[in-house]
């Protein structure tokens, strides 16, 4: 996976994924809290765009690293 891949066109992203990949960012950074989901789906064009929408959400002064792929997720 990298950066500049597209989240639907190059890795296959359907919407049962996107609900998927929502519960999983949840879980892994729970100081995010529920995302809303049409502000997930609008950050989801490239990897890039997700991990940036992500880091805008962490609280000032975080602790918790964010992972530079989805791989660290897991």
């Given at each position: 996976m990298h950066d500049h891949d597209r989240l639907n066109e190059d890795l296959g992203f359907d919407s049962i994924r996107v609900m998927e990949l929502k519960?999983?960012?949840e879980d892994a950074l729970p100081q995010l809290g529920s995302l809303p989901?049409?502000?997930l789906l609008a950050s989801l064009r490239?990897?890039?765009?997700?991990?940036?929408?992500?880091?805008?959400?962490?609280?000032?002064?975080?602790?918790?690293?964010?992972p530079m792929t989805m791989e660290g997720t897991r």
């Open positions: 519960t999983r960012i989901i049409e502000d490239t990897v890039a765009d997700l991990v940036a929408y992500l880091r805008s959400q962490l609280p000032h002064g975080s602790a918790t690293p964010l």
